[in-house]
């Protein structure tokens, strides 16, 4: 019933080529229908000349469900020569995850803490790992763990195992929470839009597995994170998220890694949050966050 609060929501979200009269348009369809516009968010991008928008619909007042908006939405998105990666989602759909791991633990066990609070709404259907190390955290937390080696002569065939345990969950992110292994370019299309990173904001200008000790050599002032999207371009994909915390001379280089993780799985949470809220609109290799 319109006017009465409604938990289950649908969050239509796309971009189009800018044009006079495209808000009166979308809100003109929901209108017609019933529906109720609980958020609004738009933008226009001077530079492209596109508009994005992300609408957040009362799923109640509508005579449909999420699967006729989407078939009824889809004239207006031809009307308005959308792009093809417009979306509907559902609230009341639970979304889910795959984690991808290596040794690293923080990232992790910040997200299985922040799930089994409640405060991040995702099922994590799996964790995948090339090492065994945190195995036992995963399963003590009721999800299953795969063991994936990743021999230095054989990573094609062990990616193909990886593709095949994500795909099996249909998740609507995968999430490489430190994993140190690079994504073929195959996967990163099958991937795209979905596959999110978390990474040291050092790169590019510390690269190596050992990017604290460097910055401490040089006397870095602010470390932080950066939370993207994977592409085959590695590191470079659409930015989702970014902080930083100061740091001075009387940090070691322990002190440096100890913050650097803190700041690392706060960005991490955060980007995968807004991903699943449908809350980041990609254009190209830039991003809306509404």
């Not at 370019?185 to 999110?196: K, S, V």
């Not at 910055?215 to 371009?233: E, M, N, P, Q, S």
Request: with cysteine; aromatic share 8%; proline share 5%.
């Amino acid at each position: 019933m319109v006017g009465v609060p409604d938990p289950q929501r649908y969050v239509l979200t796309f971009g189009c080529p800018d044009r006079t009269g495209i808000i009166a348009r979308i809100s003109g369809f929901l209108a017609d229908h019933g529906g109720m516009i609980v958020e609004a968010a738009y933008h226009t991008d001077p530079d492209s000349g596109w508009f994005f928008t992300r609408q957040v619909v009362l799923a109640g007042s509508l005579p449909f469900d999420a699967d006729g908006l989407r078939e009824k939405f889809a004239a207006v998105a031809d009307e308005l020569s959308a792009e093809s990666s417009w979306q509907v989602r559902d609230t009341g759909e639970r979304p889910r995850a795959v984690v991808l791991v290596s040794k690293a633990g923080h990232c992790l066990y910040d997200l299985l803490g922040r799930v089994a609070s409640g405060e991040l709404d995702v099922d994590i259907a799996a964790v995948i790992g090339n090492h065994t190390s945190l195995a036992d955290i995963t399963r003590a937390h009721g999800i299953p763990f795969h063991h994936v080696p990743f021999p230095a002569e054989g990573k094609a065939e062990a990616f193909a195992q990886v593709r095949k345990l994500v795909d099996e969950h249909d998740p609507h992110a995968v999430v490489l929470a430190r994993f140190m292994q690079v994504l073929p370019a195959d996967l990163c299309d099958e991937w795209a839009g979905r596959a999110i990173n978390i990474h040291h904001s050092f790169l590019p200008s510390f690269i190596g597995a050992r990017p604290y000790h460097q910055a401490h050599v040089r006397g870095v002032k602010l470390i932080g994170a950066t939370c993207h999207y994977v592409t085959a371009d590695l590191d470079a994909g659409p930015i989702i998220e970014q902080d930083v915390i100061r740091v001075d001379h009387g940090d070691s280089v322990d002190d440096l890694v100890r913050k650097g993780r803190d700041i690392e799985k706060v960005t991490l949470a955060r980007g995968l949050r807004w991903h699943l809220e449908g809350r980041v609109l990609v254009h190209g290799n830039r991003t809306m966050v509404f």
